[in-house]
């Protein structure tokens, strides 16, 4: 009786991963679909006169310091060679 209560959760549980990576991968592919509107939008904003050029620079600048800023922060983390040590 008790190994098949926990057969059975063991099941639910089997389930319920497959399912979350299910949402996972969906998730993903939602916010692919996300990004790939961006440069519409830019491209919309410059021919409405919404975005200048130099507000575009400013943005890709600011993109370009925050993956700078991550990469190092990534590299912090990493862990050490036994050469660097």
Do not use: C, W
């Not at 440069?39 to 925050?66: C, S, V, W």
């Amino acid at each position: 009786m008790f190994l098949a209560e926990a057969e059975k959760r063991r099941a639910a549980a089997a389930a319920r991963e497959q399912e979350m990576l299910a949402l996972v991968q969906e998730n993903r592919a939602k916010v692919v679909l996300a990004e790939a509107e961006v440069p519409k939008a830019i491209a919309e904003a410059f021919r409405a006169g919404h975005l200048g050029i130099m507000d575009f620079y400013r943005m890709r600048n600011i993109q370009a310091d925050t993956g700078m800023r991550q990469n190092i922060g990534d590299s912090a983390r990493l862990p050490k060679s036994p050469d660097e040590q």
